[in-house]
Nanobody
Framework: VQLVESGGGSVQTGGSLRLSCAAS????????MGWFRQAPSKEREGVAA???????IVNESMKGRFTISKDNAKNTLYLQMNSLEPEDSAMYYC?????????????????WGQGTQVTVS
């Protein structure tokens, strides 16, 4: 199982970033996938999730700014983040689980990437 995030970095307030998560074919094709984030001294927080049919959910506090999508030909998950704020600064993780309904509860995800850092100033 392999999930590799990329695309993080430093950006100014109001800027945009697109995160990518390259997944092994097995993980990508059979699972629901999601994005999570964790800031220092805070709990891991669900950002968005997508199932194998392309249905999505987004954390209410991020709706309108964050969009999750995927490219089946590339086995890659994306998170487009716009209008970034300092409060969005965190390590962002890609995760996967056997599909059983969309959820942003981190405890239900089985596979995790190493994370990519996003810093907004």
């Amino acid at each position: 199982v392999q999930l590799v995030e990329s695309g993080g970095g430093s950006v100014q307030t109001g800027g945009s970033l697109r995160l990518s998560c390259a997944a092994s074919r097995y993980v990508y094709s059979s699972n629901c996938m999601g994005w999570f984030r964790q800031a220092p001294s805070k709990e891991r927080e669900g950002v968005a999730a997508i199932d194998y049919r392309g249905r999505t959910i987004v954390n209410e506090s991020m709706k309108g700014r964050f969009t999750i999508s995927k490219d089946n030909a590339k086995n890659t998950l994306y998170l487009q983040m716009n209008s970034l704020e300092p409060e969005d600064s965190a390590m962002y993780y890609c995760a996967a689980r056997a599909c059983g309904g969309l959820t942003l509860f981190a405890g239900l995800y089985d596979y995790w990437g190493q994370g990519t850092q996003v810093t907004v100033s």
